[in-house]
């Protein structure tokens, strides 16, 4: 089965630093742009960053100047450091791989190989 392996999720204060990673089973990401989203109580799962096959990164709004994407495909592994966490930042953090292209824009055509997801939660 080929999906992704979520972990570093925890419980840390508003302020705080986490750092996700993403650890591909079953086959190889080199190739693949990789994703993460979340998904806060409540709401839908949203982008939040996307680092394409070439290493081109891309990051919502929200993210920008505080989350890092990076890859490392010897490692097999694609990481998101967070820093300056806050409380609207909690609930389960995804990985996806793009099923078509290898680039972030060609991410919306479809997504594969999710994981299970990480769980943050950032108290006030």
């Known amino acids: 089965q080929l999906h992704f392996v979520e972990s570093g999720g925890d419980l840390v204060q508003s302020g705080e630093s986490l750092k996700l990673s993403c650890v591909a089973s079953?086959?190889?990401?080199?190739?693949?742009?990789v994703g993460w989203f979340h998904q806060a109580p409540g709401k839908e799962r949203e982008s939040v960053s996307c680092?394409?096959?070439?290493?081109?990164?891309e990051y919502a709004d929200t993210a920008k100047g505080r989350f890092t994407i990076a890859r490392d495909n010897f490692q097999n592994t694609v990481y998101l450091q967070m820093n300056r966490l806050a409380p609207d930042d909690t609930g389960f953090y995804y990985c996806?791989?793009?099923?078509?292209?290898?680039?972030?824009?060609?991410?919306?055509?479809?997504?594969?190989?999710w994981g299970k997801g990480t769980q943050v939660t950032v108290s006030s």
């Open positions: 996806a791989a793009g099923e078509y292209g290898s680039t972030c824009q060609e991410m919306d055509l479809g997504l594969e190989h």
């Open positions: 079953g086959f190889v990401i080199e190739s693949y742009a």
């Open positions: 680092i394409s096959a070439d290493g081109t990164t």
